[in-house]
T-cell receptor, first 111, second 113 residues
Framework: SQTIHQWPATLVQPVGSPLSLECTVEGTSNPNLYWYRQAAGRGLQLLFYSVGIGQISSEVPQNLSASRPQDRQFILSSKKLLLSDSGFYLC??????????FGPGTRLTVL | AQTVTQSQPEMSVQEAETVTLSCTYDTSESDYYLFWYKQPPSRQMILVIRQEAYKQQNATENRFSVNFQKAAKSFSLKISDSQLGDAAMYFCACYYSNYQLIWGAGTKLIIKP
């Protein structure tokens, strides 16, 4: 069966520091991968998606970036965090049936 | 632009009763997929049920069923015999194309014991 991992679960970072969140998927090949951000009490905002290694599509302008160095690895990064980057970050993988399955999420607080 | 609207920010229901959560969408596409996701306090997003637009039969998963009205572009979720564990945020989402889901803003479901 397929599983998706995200880490860290919780992160507190100062403004201006770098960020690296990692997501890995097991049990499937060539999945579509997604990064979402969710503000408290709000819906999901799609940040990036990838349909293959090295292929990244960005949905919103921001100081975040994403990379997919391996088939089942998806990384969300920032060189300098802003206060507005605080939120709950979810990674998901997508099937050929257009379903998406989510990781446990990372709660990021920027101080 | 394609949109998904959940008009109920919050709903409450007595335990063991039935509740219906509303969702409408807007698209000119003929082929699409609709989903309901549940997000409990743990914030893990869980797929509850899916519906293919080309299927007329409403999807059912145990106590969860949908009322899919294609002409009205409506996709409501019915939860029967509500349980305390059903308390969560519920999100409606639609897949049209380009690998992306379009998400509603969510409905918070409260279960009264």
């Amino acid at each position: 069966s397929q599983t998706i991992h995200q880490w860290p679960a919780t992160l507190v970072q100062p403004v201006g520091s770098p960020l690296s969140l990692e997501c890995t998927v097991e049990g499937t090949s060539n999945p579509n991968l997604y990064w979402y951000r969710q503000a408290a009490g709000r819906g999901l905002q799609l940040l990036f998606y990838s349909v293959g290694i090295g292929q990244i599509s960005s949905e919103v302008p921001q100081n975040l970036s994403a990379s997919r160095p391996q088939d089942r690895q998806f990384i969300l990064s920032s060189k300098k965090l802003l206060l507005s980057d605080s939120g709950f970050y979810l990674c998901a993988w997508g099937t050929g049936n257009n379903e998406q399955f989510f990781g446990p999420g990372t709660r990021l607080t920027v101080l | 632009a394609q949109t998904v609207t959940q008009s109920q920010p919050e709903m409450s229901v007595q335990e063991a009763e039935t509740v219906t959560l509303s969702c409408t969408y807007d698209t000119s596409e003929s082929d699409y997929y609709l989903f309901w996701y549940k997000q409990p306090p743990s914030r893990q997003m869980i797929l509850v049920i899916r519906q293919e637009a080309y299927k007329q039969q409403n999807a059912t998963e145990n106590r969860f069923s949908v009322n899919f009205q294609k002409a009205a572009k409506s996709f409501s979720l019915k939860i029967s015999d509500s349980q305390l564990g059903d308390a969560a945020m519920y999100f409606c989402a639609c897949y049209y194309s380009n690998y992306q889901l379009i998400w509603g803003a969510g409905t918070k479901l409260i279960i009264k014991p």
